[in-house]
């Protein structure tokens, strides 16, 4: 796996070595136990594909922020790297792909997720039929099998990685030593033509892989084989980058960032800021930040009162007292030092896409609004939503004048017992410990309104005996109140004039009486009957009298 930039670590060393340890143990009809060793091959080859994955990713980075700064210069380098990332992403899915087709012909489509996701539930790592078949098929030399077609894939990668090093607009330095150098790019497709004829099989490159050898043990070749391209993208594509310089950092990427701790400031707050270089070396010290007023991108100059921020490992730290109230701008250039040629190359800092860098001061503010409507009711939870712009909700605290106010969930409740008016004041606490009044609100204090007295959802008018009869009784209800509140019937009186005598049993709860009933049952059609004295008891425990319900039976 060794090759130019990207040599062997120790842990890679061991994977492999333990890898020609278990090849060997296949001449022996080894357990499953012992095939279980594979998958812990497996494993570190996927971890160390993963490595390679993002350690190329770095060094695209690099080529991302080389071509953003000289592109006529960078351009033929940066699309030679992005054609080798598609070559060795198009073939990495390819490898993927056989690995997944193979579980699934072993283990069959309801079990084949897990195995593919984990090998150790990988049931039939043992099979060598299956993966023989697939890689190799009936030819004595693995023509008719998988492993023909990924012989011919990794071929073509290899001529496609160098046929990019070879454009006529890409210089290297000893270009044509410097490829020689590269050998095979650690991917060997040669057949063996000095096999022994007793063993055919070590002839041709596809059967001296593949041939007769459990599925474990093929699941990881094919993840060798996702290392030695990986491996090999990463050895081109830092060819490339050490043409045009690149390399000369002393880290993979130049990309100026700053991370303002707070966009938004409350007058009397601090901005701060951290503007720094974002893969940097720990000793550099050379490297600078300069701050100005705004940037001059024609001259590439900062204007205005410029001063220079010290850097400590790769970062400069600005920091200005939030005064004056409004919004607020400056510039910043990185001026990033280069120990090979020993000049300074000027990164102007973005955010946004725009050069100025911009901050507001805000004057303190508290927002307070009641969820129902603009007022508070005495005997109820009054729901509230309180925040403060820039302060989370576990920084603020808030109480109410002539109620009590306390937290609920995500929101507080607000509890008051006089009508009248009160204030709810507000307190934020910032990241030091320090609070402050972020302001006030005035509320006004009702009563909840009377409910009305109601039956079969009718307030009077018309109605059937039957349907007043089937009702439980008259209820009390709240018209055109956002409050879910509930008033309950305590007491009522049933009237109506029997044969010129008038008769008015009472119930004394939120149920008619039969002695109720059977007066309503003696009403001739068209005559009335009266609901009168309903008393309703609201959520306070207050009991109120609500009215009269007039009917005219039908």
């Not at 080529?63 to 060795?88: C, G, L, T, W």
């Not at 030399?141 to 011919?152: F, M």
């Not at 490829?179 to 060997?188: E, S």
């Not at 009377?450 to 959802?457: D, L, M, Q, R």
Request: with cysteine; glycine share 8%; net charge positive.
């Amino acid at each position: 796996m060794g090759a130019i930039n990207c040599k062997e670590t120790p842990r890679q060393k061991m994977i492999g070595m333990m890898y020609l340890f278990l090849t060997a143990m296949l001449a022996l009809n080894v357990s499953k136990d012992i095939l279980d060793a594979f998958v812990i091959v497996n494993e570190g080859m996927e971890k160390t594909n993963t490595n390679f994955s993002l350690k190329n990713s770095f060094t695209y980075d690099a080529f991302v922020v080389a071509n953003q700064n000289d592109p006529i210069k960078v351009a033929p380098y940066y699309r030679a790297a992005m054609n080798i990332k598609k070559y060795s992403k198009d073939l990495d899915t390819y490898i993927k792909k056989l690995k997944a087709d193979l579980i699934t012909n072993i283990e069959g489509t309801e079990n084949a997720p897990a195995a593919i996701k984990d090998m150790r539930h990988f049931e039939g790592k043992d099979n060598r039929d299956v993966p023989h078949n697939y890689m190799l098929g009936d030819s004595e030399d693995g023509s008719q099998g998988n492993a023909r077609k990924l012989k011919e894939k990794l071929s073509e990668f290899k001529k496609n990685l160098f046929a990019e090093l070879k454009k006529s607009d890409i210089s290297l330095p000893n270009k044509e030593l410097s490829i020689r150098g590269l050998g095979d790019l650690g991917i060997n497709t040669e057949n063996n033509p000095k096999a022994s004829a007793d063993e055919p099989a070590e002839k041709y490159w596809e059967t001296s892989l593949f041939a007769e050898i459990p599925a474990a043990a093929t699941i990881t070749l094919l993840s060798q084989i996702q290392n030695q391209v990986k491996n090999a993208e990463a050895t081109i594509i830092q060819t490339l980058l050490g043409g045009i310089g690149a390399t000369d950092f002393k880290f993979d990427t130049v990309a100026p960032r700053v991370i303002p701790k707070s966009s938004f400031l409350i007058s009397g707050d601090k901005y701060e800021a951290d503007l720094f270089i974002a893969a940097f070396s720990s000793t550099d010290t050379a490297s600078k930040v300069l701050v100005g007023d705004s940037y001059d991108s024609i001259n590439g100059k900062l204007l205005g009162n410029v001063k220079t921020l010290n850097i400590q490992r790769g970062m400069g730290k600005y920091i200005v007292e939030g005064a004056g109230q409004g919004n607020h701008s400056y510039a910043s250039i990185i001026k990033v030092f280069n120990s090979s040629t020993g000049l300074f190359t000027d990164y102007p800092v973005k955010s946004g896409g725009k050069y100025n860098i911009e901050y507001t001061v805000a004057p303190p503010m508290a927002v307070v609004s009641p969820t129902k409507m603009n007022v508070l009711y005495i005997g109820v939870d009054n729901p509230m939503e309180i925040s403060v712009p820039g302060f989370r909700d576990d920084q603020i605290s808030a109480s109410c004048s002539g109620g009590s106010l306390s937290k609920s969930g995500k929101g507080w409740v607000a509890r008051v017992s006089k009508v009248g008016k009160c204030n709810i004041s507000v307190n934020a606490k910032d990241d030091k410990g320090t609070s402050r009044s972020m302001g006030s609100k005035e509320f006004r204090i009702k009563r909840v309104p009377n409910p009305v007295p109601t039956c079969a959802g009718q307030k009077g008018g018309n109605i059937s005996k039957g349907l007043l009869t089937a009702q439980v009784g008259p209820a009390a209800t709240l018209e055109n109140f956002d409050f879910e509140l509930k008033f309950s019937v305590v007491s009522f009186v049933v009237s109506a004039t029997i044969g010129g005598f008038d008769q008015d049993p009472a119930s004394k709860s939120g149920r008619f009486t039969p002695e109720q009933i059977a007066l309503i049952n003696k009403v001739p059609k068209g005559k009335k009957v009266r609901i009168e004295n309903v008393r309703a008891k609201g959520p306070d425990g207050t009991v109120t009298d609500i009215g009269t319900i007039s009917f005219k039976l039908q």
